[in-house]
């Protein structure tokens, strides 16, 4: 069976229902259930046709139920409810996926102990790990070779596969879930990877029992957990944006949360960093296309100078590293990518998904868990590194320094950790000397963030859970059985959950300077619309909105926006954008008029000026131009892609020799393509139809042209040479010469 397929129909049924269209939603519905071995599901079909068709029946007669809306509400989650276990019951049955397979033996052990439903806590497979756990002295901290450590992580892993697992949660479940928070037994870390179990199964199976457990462990407030379960619970209301107005107990729990301003202020961090997941694929291929290449080409001198100081970085936000601006001095442009990264990395930007990608092959990750549990220096992995004859003396400053970054999210930290068994004695000896030197300097970076930013803390976990989410949904095995939540668009700002939790007029121009900071225009461009209805005179949001339209090629659209903007505000800058949205559409003698106004205001702009004389040369007044190319040339005397239009206009008014020592001086650079094709028609009109060929040659031979790409510009060029004297009928022979010689 094609469960993708299934996983489609559900989606679109879970569509249709949220728009009211519960005949099409029941059709697809019964399709679902057909393929299905359970006859529970058909009963359970067949009472919902009954009740609706009553309904409508009532409703077309005129019978008024005053319980009509509170039924029709509980249909809806019926259908809903309803499709969502037709669905595992397909997924379970023919998917041959590890989340179920893991369900089916679990289901399995139950059997064998005699039961096939867990109903109270008492029913649990684990129960009596649980209850030996909890009547342990709190003050216990077993050898983690010993039986007792042993049973203790089974039964966590128990506990984790058994919270994700469960389609719908009863009485044993709330009880579990009320023990882990009460008992005061289980470590933060611990609680937080039972928060993420509960945040995996309710995007796995909508059960709002499971949001309010979420709201709960936020509510409790412990450190490094309630962070988990405020971020669980906005991609869940985030993944379920179409249902959410189906359950108005969850709508009035979250607006009641959103009187407070920190929750607030906290859904909006959430939000801006889930967000900027966005940019984790784009700095990836920039770290592999760009930097590394060119960093691989400054060896040995960078092999001496990066080292893991880059990975944990100490400087102040205003401040470059001294020791990029010693190693790149020859290479300028690394120098302002890597700064440019550092600041991204400040801003909670991904810039590791790359380096630590291929690092998530040990055994660590083939344990469902791990790709969530927190990095903290008790874990088993660091007990490891002390056995390490060179690494283990460094150990504590080692899992200290990583636990106190907040530049690598957890499963790059265990991913480093893991990978540092492997390294060459003199590497680890390196690694040990900048831990050490990076701990005092973290810990003095953290504090007086922390005094500049109340929610640093807050931020600092959050980023490093979503990005260890992002992790999992990208680079787990596990990653085909998961709808990855990173993927399209992530519009969250145009969720149910943004509009209850937020000031959508701040929230909305924050996020949409956001987008447009980081040429998410679209994205930008959709939110400066709403703002432009409640701030129609606002020039600047115009010009915002001008440009997100210029950037996706619509300038019909820009351009309408820019005159409004014009119209509040007159400069320079709108008046060019203006110019250039015509020049574009070609209305060349507007975007003259234009940019002739741009010079008056600004007439020592060197941009302006050249685009007012680009004006004059696409309406082929060749003089004009030229005036004002010379005035870039004589401001710009060492910029030798100025000569490249001099030397065109005066080979289009015919005066070929001074075209000729312009192009001779274009010659001290490198000369592209189009410049032979130029040098070509200049030799051609001079009378020297040889040297022309060999030019055209040239132009074709340097593989930025094509042939066919070479006689399309041969093409547009014909009027011209024509109008230059050349005979139309030599054009053709020209070519079929060139055409024999180049083969």
């Not at 009460?182 to 039972?194: L, V």
């Not at 900027?276 to 080409?297: F, G, M, W, Y």
């Not at 131009?625 to 001099?646: D, M, S, T």
Request: charged share 25%; with cysteine.
């Amino acid at each position: 069976m094609d469960v993708g397929k299934v996983i489609q129909q559900h989606k679109i049924l879970c569509s249709f229902v949220s728009d009211k269209k519960i005949k099409q939603s029941l059709d697809i519905l019964i399709n679902m259930i057909t393929n299905t071995s359970s006859g529970d599901l058909h009963d359970d079909y067949d009472n919902l046709v009954m009740t609706y068709r009553n309904m409508l029946t009532y409703s077309i007669e005129g019978i008024k139920d005053p319980e009509q809306n509170k039924i029709y509400l509980k249909l809806i989650q019926s259908i809903l409810g309803l499709s969502d276990r037709a669905r595992q019951d397909i997924l379970s049955h023919n998917s041959g996926w590890h989340t179920y397979w893991v369900k089916q033996q679990a289901e399995k052990e139950m059997k064998l102990s005699g039961k096939t439903i867990v109903e109270t806590v008492d029913d649990l497979m684990f129960k009596s790990e649980l209850d030996e756990w909890l009547k342990l002295s709190i003050e216990i901290n077993p050898n983690p070779e010993s039986e007792i450590s042993q049973k203790h992580k089974q039964l966590i892993k128990n506990i984790f596969n058994h919270l994700w697992l469960t389609d719908y949660y009863g009485e044993a479940e709330n009880s579990l879930i009320n023990i882990i928070l009460s008992s005061g037994k289980f470590k933060w870390y611990e609680a937080s990877i039972f928060t993420t179990a509960i945040t995996l199964s309710s995007l796995r199976t909508w059960q709002s029992e499971k949001l309010f457990h979420l709201i709960s462990i936020y509510e409790s407030g412990q450190d490094q957990v309630f962070e988990r379960a405020l971020s669980g619970l906005i991609l869940n209301l985030h993944y379920y944006n179409g249902r959410i107005l189906l359950y108005p107990d969850i709508t009035g729990r979250i607006q009641k949360m959103s009187q407070d301003n920190k929750f607030r202020e906290y859904c909006r961090i959430i939000v801006l960093q889930t967000i900027r997941s966005r940019e984790t694929e784009k700095l990836s291929k920039k770290l592999q296309d760009e930097i590394l290449p060119q960093v691989a080409k400054l060896k040995p001198r960078i092999e001496e100078k990066l080292g893991l100081e880059n990975i944990l970085p100490t400087d102040k936000y205003d401040e470059k590293n001294p020791d990029w601006s010693e190693m790149f001095n020859d290479s300028e442009e690394i120098f302002k990518t890597m700064e440019e990264l550092t600041k991204l990395q400040m801003e909670g930007a991904d810039v590791y998904m790359s380096a630590f990608a291929n690092m998530k092959h040990f055994d660590f990750f083939k344990d469902f868990q791990n790709w969530f549990v927190p990095f903290y220096p008790e874990h088993e992995t660091v007990d490891e590194i002390y056995r390490d004859e060179i690494l283990g003396p460094g150990t504590n400053e080692l899992a200290e320094a990583l636990y106190k970054t907040p530049f690598i999210c957890n499963s790059d930290k265990y991913s480093l950790l893991l990978n540092l068994k492997y390294l060459p004695s003199a590497q680890k000896n390196m690694m040990l000397k900048v831990f050490r030197m990076e701990l005092e300097g973290l810990q003095q970076l953290n504090d007086e963030e922390s005094v500049l930013d109340p929610y640093k803390s807050f931020r600092t976990n959050v980023t490093q859970y979503l990005q260890d989410i992002y992790r999992f949904f990208k680079l787990s095995p596990y990653k085909k059985e998961f709808e990855d939540l990173f993927l399209g668009k992530l519009d969250i700002y145009n969720s149910e959950f943004f509009r209850m939790t937020s000031n959508s007029v701040e929230a909305e121009a924050g996020l949409a300077d956001y987008f447009f900071s980081k040429n998410f225009y679209e994205d930008a461009l959709s939110l400066f619309l709403k703002q432009a209805n409640e701030s129609p005179s606002d020039a600047e949001l115009y010009e915002k909105i001008g440009y997100c339209y210029q950037e996706s090629f619509d300038y019909e659209e820009a351009l309408k926006f820019y005159k409004r903007a014009e119209l509040i505000n007159r400069k320079a800058w709108t008046l060019k954008k203006i110019g250039l949205c015509l020049r574009r559409l070609g209305r060349n003698e507007e975007a003259l008029e234009h940019y002739l106004q741009a010079c008056s205001m600004e007439p020592e702009n060197v941009h302006t000026v050249i685009m007012t004389a680009h004006c004059y040369l696409d309406l082929k007044d060749y003089e004009q131009a030229l005036k004002y190319y010379f005035k870039v040339e004589y401001n710009e005397p060492g910029n030798l892609k100025i000569l490249r239009p001099i030397a065109y206009c005066y080979f289009a008014m015919g005066r070929f020799d001074d075209s000729e020592k312009y192009y001779d001086r274009l010659s001290e650079g490198k000369l592209n393509a189009h410049d032979q094709i130029n040098k070509g028609h200049l030799a051609l009109c001079m009378g020297n139809k040889k040297e022309a060929v060999d030019f055209y040659r040239q132009s074709i031979n340097s593989g930025e042209l094509s042939k066919e790409q070479f006689m399309a510009v041969f093409s547009e060029d014909r009027p011209l040479l024509i109008s230059l004297g050349i005979p139309p009928d030599d054009l053709p022979i020209l070519l079929d010469y060139l055409l024999f010689t180049i083969g």
